[in-house]
């Protein structure tokens, strides 16, 4: 007779070896869950994702978009009679003293006319050559600057031209200067003799440098005049300029100026790290506009806003 009562027995220990096994299992990932759980619970309320940047390698620049005059050293050279010109120079080209620039011929003779500085030669005359000058820059103002208006009037080989028009000016090659406004909120930011760069928004991307002449306090901005000790051909043509005055570069890690932490005399930002945040100590290159450049934490780290 078999043994039913035994044979019971061993399926029943089989199965509680199962079963506890089966229940280890499922407590090892309720612990594994939990935790993962816990960690993104603290993540998520103690530091929402709003609140957290992630460091990366800027440029920034302190700058200011204003408006400018150009002023050359321009000399002038008027037509001495009445008659058909003929031009031997081209417009825009540096020649040194002495060369065969125009002639003006009418019935009874001919006039030639010649430079007697060095320079680049234009024959784009727009008025404000005898205004626009080096000794009259102090008496510029906010008024005159804004109604200063001036009208290229151009001449060409074959023209017939009056006596006394304006038929060519020798610009300097070595310096000029640009003027322009400077907001009010923005004098203090400025000093005369420093170095600054200057971007014309007509040459992209090329910066010029430039040192602070003079500043001319006036309402309802200022005038701040530039010297430039070498001429950019490319500006010839031209009077009226938008710019860009650049008074810094900061180059670095850059981080929003509100995740910036001070603890006693030290400065750090809060880093948000995988399970708790900590006070890391940085030092502030620069800041502009809201924006501040650092030294000491590297790019790709995730920093707390306060």
């Known amino acids: 007779m078999r043994d039913f009562g035994r044979i019971t027995s061993k399926v029943d220990h089989k199965k509680v070896k199962r079963n506890n096994l089966s229940g280890f299992i499922k407590f090892l990932l309720t ?36 408006s400018g005059l150009l002023i050359r050293k321009e000399r002038v050279t008027f037509a001495p009679k009445r008659g058909k010109i003929k031009l031997y120079q081209n417009e825009g080209e540096r020649i040194s003293t002495g060369n065969h620039i125009a002639t003006i011929r009418n019935i009874n003779e001919e006039d030639n006319l010649y430079n007697y500085y060095a320079g680049i030669v234009s024959y784009k005359i727009d008025g404000l050559e005898m205004t626009l000058r080096e000794e009259n820059i102090d008496k510029l103002n ?59 928004s007509q040459l992209k991307g090329v910066y010029f440098k430039g040192k602070i002449r003079s500043i001319i306090p006036d309402k309802p901005q200022n005038i701040m005049v530039i010297k430039f000790n070498k001429f950019i051909p490319e500006l010839v043509d031209l009077r009226k300029v938008n710019v860009e005055i650049i008074r810094k570069r900061y180059h670095g890690i850059v981080v929003p100026s509100s995740s910036l932490v001070k603890r006693g005399d030290k400065v750090g930002v809060m880093v948000n790290g995988y399970t708790k945040k900590y006070f890391k100590e940085i030092k502030v290159l620069g800041e502009v506009e809201g924006k501040a450049v650092i030294k000491g934490i590297g790019p790709g780290v995730k920093v707390i806003l306060n």
């Open 142 to 200: 906010y008024d005159s600057f804004i109604n200063l208006k001036g009208k290229i009037n151009p001449i060409n080989s074959g023209d017939n031209v009056n006596l006394g028009r304006p038929i060519f000016k020798i610009i300097d090659n070595f310096t000029f200067y640009l003027a322009v406004l400077l907001p009010q909120n923005q004098l203090s930011n400025y000093e005369v003799g420093t170095t600054i760069e200057v971007l014309f």
């Open 31 to 66: 612990i594994i869950i939990s935790g993962l759980l816990i960690i993104f619970i603290i993540n998520f309320l103690g530091y929402h994702s709003s609140k957290i940047v992630m460091t990366s390698y800027e440029t920034i620049k302190d700058h200011i978009k204003t």
